[in-house]
């Protein structure tokens, strides 16, 4: 499904709370309710239970919305679901946890690999994490491929790790050895650190 717009932002109530209004209804045949929702970067995640009227039970499935919401597009969306298994893996666990086995899941398509993926992503995320907080003064990082910083052309793939900001890791690339910088969890994950000799 492509993306639908608003000319307006939404202002009364967050993408979050359109989402949960939008796809809770009932009809003659089903009845949908959005149990829960998390909203990470520009996605959103809802625990959505159908409830086809006649059978026997009720499932709970992911659904998983892209957004925009600023002046100068509007608010729009874009709907998906996991068994569709959409590239956005960032799912939180309260979400997940209101989800019903995939067996139970009418059409799963590719929701157990979506699963899998959610589940890959935390584990390198909680690997990225405890990797930033073991940073020594004068590691040097090497990354698969050249960070680039924006309008200062500078372009680099090594690092020596400076200092702790608040707990976020301070970098400098080693040519250029007085711009500081910081390198995004993502990248961090696939670095190579090379320890400084004590």
């Not at 209804?25 to 089903?30: A, G, L, M, S």
């Not at 959005?34 to 995640?45: F, N, R």
């Not at 690999?113 to 890959?120: D, H, I, L």
């Amino acid at each position: 499904m492509g993306w639908l717009f608003h000319n307006d932002m939404l202002q009364s109530q967050t993408p979050a709370e359109y989402i949960a209004e939008q796809y809770s209804r009932e009809t003659d045949v089903y009845k949908a309710n959005v149990l829960a929702t998390a909203t990470v970067g520009g996605t959103i995640y809802a625990a959505i239970r159908n409830e086809f009227k006649g059978a026997t039970a009720a499932y709970v499935f992911c659904g998983v919305f892209l957004f925009k919401n600023n002046k100068r597009d509007g608010f729009g969306y874009k709907s998906s679901d996991e068994a569709m298994g959409p590239c956005e893996v960032d799912c939180p666990d309260r979400i997940m946890r209101l989800l019903s086995p995939v067996e139970d899941i009418p059409d799963p398509g590719y929701a157990a690999e979506w699963r899998a993926n959610v589940t890959a992503a935390k584990s390198r995320r909680l690997a990225a994490r405890k990797q930033a907080a073991s940073f020594r003064q004068g590691d040097t990082i090497r990354l698969r491929h050249p960070a680039q910083f924006g309008k200062t052309g500078i372009s680099a793939d090594a690092f020596t790790f400076i200092e702790y900001r608040k707990r976020t890791p301070v970098f400098a690339p080693l040519s250029h050895p007085h711009f500081l910088c910081r390198l995004s969890r993502a990248t961090l994950a696939t670095a190579v650190i090379e320890r400084r000799a004590t």
